[in-house]
């Protein structure tokens, strides 16, 4: 039998804050290998265990004194709760964190670590570790094209691997309305029904028991669920289920068409308030994590007079209703309530008031378009996606850094960065992954691991090693020729 490989203690992503490898101390995973752990670390300990299971075959119980360890330590002042210590050494592993959402992370590291299959050398050394920002996402279009929850969970189960925490649902727009409200149930029999996305290919919707169903297993993966309902724009599906809600109150037709910014609700009417708080009252009682998103994007035919009138009424719900407000960066025209988050999605540094949001203290979410937008094409011959905020290949979307797009809106102002993925051209999972697959791993490292420790090439030669990772695990990906692919 030929020697086992044994990875660089650095070969992950994203790559962590500190990496000290200690050559002389790998860990060589014998046969009677377990895993102990704190209570409060049963549920990482349990994936640990079946996923060493998996590659070695070993039966790897759980032990009082395991040759790997998972520890809760004390929390101390300034730690992240997704912060971790990993310790290799000759005789054994110590996964260390002051919460179980670290400990999820360091596994993710771990995991990284092993090989697919057979023989387990880990690479001796020290990794500490947290995150540059807390909030790293990414947005799935369940309106444009309806995803089934299991598609969903399968897509939550690969983005947690890179310490993605926040996964943005789009739940509203022209073309499909995908989560059932109480009181209002045409919004998703007629406008979740058949015919319905883009090219009526995309049919389907939630069902509120479904919703909190992906809520709670998002939590398994350490991940938050933020709803989009997107106002006062991109309603037109709302519309045709509830026509009371255009100005005219006259029927409106179904839209399958990749048009934006011909809808608008109409801010001078009292249903427009009603129908907005049972939506936000109802989604905010669905949804345990701390946001929600009211859109606020592309209201192209909502006069700037209106717009303001309707989010200075609309913004304050989500606080109402126990949550904080996200919406696309258009919003900062309004006065903002404290705690509310602008999302920057723009290509060129336009200012928008998001600086002078930023300079009152409010923290922004960076999505800009050239480098985040996840549908934008990799290059020309990309068979998905749009190309309207230019060609998006891995390595720019890798070389680029949140806190240089706006002036004004530097690392403090910054909760975080997510890469958004549109559904127009998209109609199944596999084309999902496609788009996504390696450019949200560049997104992952952007909004993790210092800047000062990130570099191109690095990234590149890293990132090569999960092809067949990605194969493996049966998901799709993008064979960009920018890597050099084993
Ligand atoms: C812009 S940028 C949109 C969406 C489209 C997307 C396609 C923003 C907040 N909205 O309505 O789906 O472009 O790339």
């Known amino acids: 039998m030929h020697a086992p490989t044994v990875k660089h203690l650095g070969d992950v992503i994203p790559l962590p804050a500190s990496v000290r490898p200690d050559p002389g101390a790998d860990f060589r995973v014998p046969a009677d290998v377990s895993v102990s752990a704190a209570p409060a ?27 790997i360890r998972l520890e809760i330590e004390a929390a101390g002042e300034a730690r992240s709760p997704e912060s971790y210590r990993l310790a290799i050494a000759a005789d054994g592993v110590t996964l260390g964190a002051p919460t179980e959402q670290g400990l999820f992370a360091g596994f993710q590291t771990l995991r990284q670590l092993l090989p697919l299959k057979g023989e387990v050398v880990l690479p001796g050394g020290r990794i500490e570790d947290a995150p540059r920002f807390a909030y790293r996402g990414t947005m799935l279009d369940l309106a444009r094209h309806f995803y089934q929850p299991a598609d969903i969970r399968s897509y939550l189960d690969t983005i947690a691997q890179f310490k993605i925490n926040h996964l943005h649902l789009h739940l509203t727009d022209d073309q499909g309305w995908r989560l059932e409200i109480d009181g209002w149930p045409r919004l998703t029999e007629v406008s979740g029904g058949e015919g319905t ?41 709302a519309q045709v289920a509830y026509p009371e809600l255009t100005c005219d109150g006259e029927p409106v037709q179904p839209r399958t068409d990749a048009e934006v910014g011909y809808s608008s609700l109409c801010a001078g009417k009292e249903e ?10 109802t989604v905010a009682a669905l949804t345990p994590g701390p946001y929600l998103h009211i859109g606020g994007d592309e209201a192209l035919s909502t006069t700037a007079e209106d717009y303001r009138t309707f ?17 696309w960066h258009e919003m900062a025209a309004v006065d903002l309530p404290q705690d509310a988050i602008p999302q920057y999605w723009r290509i060129e540094p336009t200012d928008d008031g998001v600086a002078r949001a930023a300079a009152a203290g409010h923290q922004v979410i960076m999505s800009p378009a050239d480098r985040s937008y996840l549908d934008m094409k990799y290059d020309e011959s990309t068979p998905l996606g749009l190309d309207w905020a230019g060609l998006v290949s891995v390595e ?49 490292e952007i909004g993790w691991t210092p800047r000062a420790a990130r570099d191109w090439s690095s990234f590149r030669e890293r990132l090569a090693e999960f092809g067949p990772r990605f194969e493996a695990q049966g998901i799709n990906y993008h ?8």
């Open 197 to 237: 996305g883009i090219d009526g290919a995309g049919p389907g919707f939630l069902t509120a028991q479904e919703y909190a169903d992906l809520v709670a297993y998002a939590a398994t993966r350490h991940i938050t669920i933020v709803p989009e309902i997107d106002l006062p724009g991109h309603v037109n599906a």
């Open 41 to 67: 670390a049963a549920a990482v300990a349990d994936e640990l265990a079946e996923v060493l299971r998996e590659v070695t075959g070993f039966p790897v119980p759980r032990t009082e004194e395991g040759s």
């Open 272 to 281: 427009t308030y009603t129908f907005v708080e049972d939506v936000i009252r």
């Open 311 to 327: 989010m200075t009424r609309v913004l304050p719900l989500p606080g109402k209703y126990g949550k904080r407000a996200i919406g």
């Open 479 to 486: 064979r960009s020729a920018e890597i050099d692919w084993p």
């Open 396 to 444: 720019r979307s890798y070389d680029w850094d949140p806190a240089d797009r706006l002036p004004g809106v530097g690392e403090e102002s910054l909760l975080g960065v997510e890469a958004p993925l549109w559904s127009e051209t998209l109609r199944s999972l596999a084309d999902v992954e496609f788009m996504v697959f390696p450019r949200l791993l560049a997104i992952a």
